[in-house]
C-alpha cells in the first residue's frame, strides 16, 4: 500500500518540478505532500487470519477454490504474536489486512494484530460485529454484493446451507455512525436498479462506500461492453449525486469497471498486489513494473505464501484493491499535466480516506445527508 516510493519530490529541483506541474497551487501541493509523507510510513501485508466464515457466499473464491482446506488455522496465540513480530521487525511491515474466512470470528488473533502492528484493517461480511472496546482504531471494510435483494440472494447463507435474510440490515445496524467503517459495494449489471437506494441506505446509516465490481459476463461475451456503459453510467450518476457517501473518484470507476485507462490494461503483467516473495512471480517482479514493496499474502497457518490478495485467478480480475494500487503505484503516468495530477491526488486521497488510522480526511458531509 505504500503508493509513493521511488519518485519522491525530496530534492528542490523535483519540488519545483511538480510545484510548476501543479500551476504553483500551494493547496494542491499540500494535499500531495500528505499523502506521500504519510504513505511512506506505510508498509503492508495481508493475512487470512482464519479459514472459518459464519456464511457461504454463492461462488467465494475461497471456498470455491478450496482454500480453506489448504491449510489449517494457526490457533496458538503466543505463536500467532511471535509471528507478527517477525513480520514489523524483519520485513518492515507497519500494516496488517486482516481478511478470512472471516476475521470477525477471532477476534483473540485481531488483538495480537492491533497490539503489534501501527496500522490494522478487517475485511468482514458484517454478520457479527467487531468490538469498539480494544479496536476503535481498526478499520472495518465490509463487503457488500449487488445492493437490494440480491445480497440476500447471493450472501445470506449459512455454513450448512440455511438461508436467512438481512445480512445487510445487521451490518447496518453494526456498524450505524460507526467511524472505523467502510462498505465495500460490489455493483453488478443486475444490481443496477439497486445501486442508489443502497447507497442512500449507506449514507442514511452515516457510513461510506468505495465500489468494487463484479461482472458476470466474461471477456468475450458481446453483451459486456453493453452493460457496462451501463453499469458505469449509473455508478458515475449516483457518485454525483451522493459525492461524500461514494469514496470512489470518477476516473477509479471507469478504471475499475473498463480495466483500462488511457495509458495501460490492467491485468498479472502490471498488478501490484501479488505476493513478492512468492517463486511464481520472479518474472513477473522483474518485468519492471510496479509492485507493492514487501507485499505478501499469508494463508490461515501464518506460514504459506498464497498468490496474492485474492484469488489468483486473473481473467477478467478486478480486485478493488488490486486496481486502485495498480492506479496509486503509477504516479508517473499521471504527470502529462495538471488535471491527470488532480485525478491522482483525488484517488490517493478517495483510497487514504478509507482508513481510520489514515490522516487524510474525508471531505465535508454531504449536503443532502445534513438534511435526513
Ligand atoms: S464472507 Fe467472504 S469468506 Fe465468507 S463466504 Fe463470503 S466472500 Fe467467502
Ligand atoms: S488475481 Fe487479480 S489481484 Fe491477483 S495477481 Fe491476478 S490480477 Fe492481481
Known sequence: MTVVTAETVSTPSRRNALLSLLGNDQDLYRRFCRIRDFSRKVRASEYHITNACNIRCKGCWFFVHEFDKKTRDLKDIAAIRDFVRRQRDEQGITAGILIGGEPAVVPDRVSVFVEELDYVTISTNGLKK??????????????????????DELRAIKPSGKRFSGLFDTALSHYRNDPRARFIYAIT??????IEETVRRIRDNGNRTTFNFYSKYDTSDPL????????????????????????????????????????????????????TAHPQHAERVANGNPVLPGFNVYAADFETLNFCCTSGHCEDCRDSQAVMSWLLVNMGKFRNSREDMIDWIELAESYWSQFIWSPVPERRPDPAAIAV
Not at 145 to 150: E, K, Q
Not at 189 to 194: A, M, T
Open 224 to 275: 459486456r461492453q453493453e452493460h457496462e456503459k451501463r453499469l458505469m453510467e449509473e455508478a458515475l450518476r449516483v457518485k454525483e449525486k451522493y459525492p461524500d457517501t461514494v469514496l470512489s473518484t470518477p476516473f477509479y470507476i471507469r478504471a475499475m469497471i473498463t480495466g483500462k485507462t488511457k495509458w495501460g490494461s490492467f491485468g498479472y503483467d502490471v498488478c501490484p498486489s501479488l505476493s
Open 130 to 151: 467487531l468490538p469498539m472496546e480494544g479496536f476503535e482504531r481498526v478499520s472495518v471494510l465490509i463487503s457488500l454484493f449487488g445492493g437490494g435483494r440480491l445480497d
Open 189 to 194: 449489471e443486475d444490481g443496477i436498479p439497486y
